[in-house]
């Protein structure tokens, strides 16, 4: 986007000397060479306020008139200057970013090192990432798992698919493939009856992109198959939406556009679903701001969130973002 | 005709075909100097379909006997057992109890074998039905059961024990033979240790899979298990009370056999280390791996076109163990990157019927009924030269035939670090490693890394060939079937030689 800018101050600033080294010394030549540099000048503006973060819009209306101001005092050397500027301080910001910042992980937490008496079991993730805690304990952790809901067991169960320990290892596929087994019994039974055809066959569709998405949605779906699932979904869910306007299948098909990365696609259709509660579009809507690094959106989303009126999960999520 | 070893075969030869059944009938062949009695031990006659291997001429006996098939209705008044005999049962049982060394157990449960053996003191009846068996149950019930419902504790009992009466009964009409040869640990294993109690003869154990283990998993996945704890009285990181129960019966049948068996064999040392943490004694312990016949799949390599076929196969029954989703989930993506690729399962699906049908549904589900084929069982010598790899997705295996038979007709695999797996891809020793990789290993369940495992054999001729090459080679220096062959003989004529 810069570099275009930029493109395009560079030809301007150009056609106006151009014009005004042709037109000779008159007041119209003098008017026309005015206006044509100011545009250059303000593109290039444009150019430098691209500079800051996606969300800094008060800094970026201070920095407009500043830049322009400057790239118009300074006609010809002004927009190179500025390049120049530009390419230096993207260089600093490079060295600085890999200079001042290494990466370090959250220590693990070990039940095992504990010597205070009284310690308690916490997060099933910390014992079965242990290779230390005895395998009567991960194998515990493990059915405790099997109560838990899927898009928060499954990461933790499928990382225990390389654990060492054979029994372990076992029980943790047992208990992913259950999940995975009713899921695809049911996307079964509703492909037959979609096939059968009839009256059924709209809602069969429905269901069909529900449960591909909720494979998707637990983790059970990767790579690949992740991919067709999704692509699945979304094709059930055009069905449904081509007899009709659904709020939920819209809600449906934007979650796997988003999944697929279709960012803007699937913030097209969030934005559209007026008819469901604000709740239930903000979050996904923040979370799309997010992954488009636009952190001062999804501030601003989460802000129109109630805490205590979400789930707890997400009411952390809102509490942190109003905080920070 | 009197056999000169009795083989004790729980759910596999001659019924059920798969690597263990192939092993076995490898077994028999080998030997055509001595005579086998053939012992198969079933869940229920209707789980089995016909025999699915032509018995060779020296088997010369086969019995088969289902442990849960309905009884006939029992007596009206049972006779109570003699007090001390519930006493040798009671004691038995707190030898069960943590804390109390195995060895104890197993000298009792040794002394018991007699009385089960004799049929008259302790019947099956007296133990599920008597007076004084009911006070044995409610009392146990009392001082250990952490599951409030005392009827499903009482069927769990029932269910339990009563095979026992079954496999003494086979013990004490089993013909005495030189050798008792058993192929798990389990039922047939508790057998052996009682036919050794009976006949004094020595018993072998060749352990393919880890029997205890495997049904420790599945019984920790079983829905039938009920768990009536209410949310109060439920720990969720404990394992239910029934379930616990279920694994520990299976273990001290395990240890039964460990105890009573000697040479106790595995394929390989990982095997080895977990029959000892089971309770082996490592003395007795020993490592015979599979081995191939090397002339019958050697003419395959000239069969072979001169381009690699993109012909993935996986060769094994179609049951959960085998993982065959996880091969279909790769599929979908090794047809996205090659579409000519093809996946062909060669194996029977009849042993589990819903888990085929799962497998058929989810190729249709993933959009692969055109590219993934279910051929069902197959002569392996018409696929090898059709295939361009072996693919196991398996969850667990021991050390499995079909990669060797691959391996045998020039055709590398791609499989999972299960069992030996690693061994027969990587090498073991120094000098096996140093043949270089005869194909890939991936982890379980993924089925992205197993299918990019393929692609880039597959689509690499230069590398297929190398691997190829390897493969031949390590199963012509380390897994030629004489080298077992030669094993067994001496196994079995130490055995003999024991008075």
């Known amino acids: 986007m810069q570099a275009k800018l930029f493109a395009y101050a560079t030809a301007l600033e150009g056609s106006a000397w151009g014009g005004a080294l042709l037109a000779g010394t008159d007041s119209a030549a003098f008017v026309a060479f005015c206006l044509l540099h100011a545009a250059a000048a303000l593109t290039a503006g444009l150019a430098v306020t691209a500079l800051l973060a996606p969300g800094a819009h008060r800094a970026r209306l201070s920095l407009l008139p500043l830049a322009f101001a400057l790239l118009f005092a300074l006609p010809v050397i002004g927009i190179p200057l500025t390049l120049l500027w530009l390419m230096g301080v993207r260089r600093l910001r490079a060295q600085h970013r890999a200079a001042s910042f290494a990466e370090v992980s959250v220590p693990p937490f070990d039940i095992h090192l504990a010597t205070l008496p009284g310690f308690r079991f916490t997060g099933a993730g910390s014992i079965l990432a242990n290779p230390r805690v005895p395998v009567d304990t991960r194998v515990g952790a493990l059915l405790a798992l099997a109560r838990v809901p899927g898009r928060i067991a499954t990461p933790l169960l499928r990382r225990v698919l390389t654990c060492n320990n054979e029994d372990v290892r076992l029980l943790a596929y047992g208990l992913l493939d259950a999940r995975e087994k009713r899921l695809n019994a049911a996307i079964h039974e509703a492909l037959t009856r979609y096939a059968a055809g009839g009256e059924d066959r709209r809602a069969q569709a429905e269901r069909l992109a529900e449960l591909y998405w909720e494979l998707v949605y637990h983790g059970l779906a990767v790579g690949d198959v992740r991919r067709h699932a999704l692509e699945r979904c979304l094709a059930y869910a055009d069905e449904v939406l081509a007899a009709g306007p659904h709020a939920e299948m819209a809600l449906c098909k934007a979650r796997a556009l988003h999944a697929l990365g279709r960012l803007e696609e699937a913030a097209a259709i969030y934005r559209s679903l007026d008819q469901l509660p604000a709740g239930r579009v903000l979050p996904y809507l923040a979370e799309l701001a997010y992954d488009q690094g636009d952190y001062v959106t999804a501030r601003a989303m989460l802000a129109r969130l109630d805490p205590a009126a979400t789930a707890p999960r997400l009411a952390a999520v809102v509490r942190y973002w109003r905080a920070a | ?499």
Request: aromatic residues 10%; glycine residues 6%.
């Open chain 2, 1 to 499: 005709m009197k056999a000169d070893i009795t083989l004790l075969l729980e759910g596999t030869y001659p019924f059920v075909s798969g690597g263990v059944s192939s092993w076995v009938h490898q077994i028999i062949r080998a030997f055509p100097e001595w005579r086998f009695h053939l012992v198969f031990l079933g869940s229920r006659r209707e789980d089995y379909g016909p025999m699915r291997y032509e018995l060779p001429a020296n088997v010369v006996g086969l019995e088969t006997h289902y442990l849960f098939e309905p009884e006939p209705p029992p007596p009206l008044e049972v006779p109570e057992p003699p007090p001390p005999v519930m006493g040798q049962v009671e004691a038995l049982h707190e030898s069960f109890l943590a804390g109390v060394p195995p060895a104890q157990a197993m000298l009792r449960m040794a002394a018991m074998f007699p009385t089960l053996l004799e049929g008259q003191r302790l019947t099956r009846d007296h133990f599920l039905r008597s007076r004084a068996a009911w006070e044995f149950v409610c009392n146990r019930y009392r001082r250990f059961c952490t599951d409030p419902s005392f009827v499903d504790y009482f069927w769990t009992v029932r269910i339990m024990h009563a095979p026992l009466w079954k496999l003494a009964a086979i013990a004490r009409t089993l013909p005495a033979s030189p050798v008792f040869h058993t192929i798990s640990t389990g039922y047939a294993g508790f057998l052996g240790a009682l036919v050794k109690a009976r006949h004094g003869r020595p018993l072998i154990l060749s352990e393919h899979g880890i029997y205890t283990k495997e049904r420790k998993i599945d019984l920790l996945q079983a829905e039938w298990i009920k768990d009536n704890r209410n949310v109060f009285q439920r720990d969720p990181t404990e394992v239910s009370y029934y379930r616990s129960l279920w694994i520990r019966f299976f273990e001290w049948l395990g240890r039964a056999c460990y105890d009573a068996a000697n040479p106790i064999i595995a394929l390989y040392e990982a095997n080895r280390q977990r029959q000892i943490q089971d309770g082996a004694d490592p003395a007795r312990t020993r490592l015979i791996p599979n081995g191939v016949n090397l002339a019958r799949f050697r003419p395959l390599r000239d069969q072979r076109p001169a381009r690699v076929p993109p012909v993935l196969c996986l060769i094994g029954r179609v049951v959960p163990i085998k993982d065959v989703k996880t091969f279909i989930r790769a599929m979908r993506r090794v047809v996205n990157v090659l579409p000519e690729a093809e996946g062909w399962i060669a194996g029977p699906e009849d042993e589990d019927p819903g888990y085929a049908e799962e497998c058929r549904n989810l190729a249709a589900s993933l959009g692969l009924t055109d590219k993934v084929r279910f051929l069902g069982f197959q002569k392996v010598d018409e696929l090898m030269p059709k295939i361009g790899l072996t693919v196991l997705s398996s969850i667990s295996e021991a050390l499995p035939l079909v990669i060797l038979e691959g391996y045998a007709a020039g055709v590398p695999t791609v499989a999972t670090d299960v069992g030996s797996c690693r061994q027969l891809v990587e090498g073991l020793t120094p000098e096996d490693r140093a043949l270089g990789p005869s194909g890939a290993i991936v982890g379980i369940a993924d089925p992205t890394a197993l299918a990019d495992a393929a692609l880039a054999l597959l689509t690499d001729e230069a590398r297929w060939h190398a691997t190829s090459r390897a493969a031949i080679a390590r199963v012509e220096t380390y897994y030629a079937d004489h080298m077992m062959f030669d094993a067994y003989r001496q196994v079995y004529r130490q055995a003999m030689e024991q008075h």
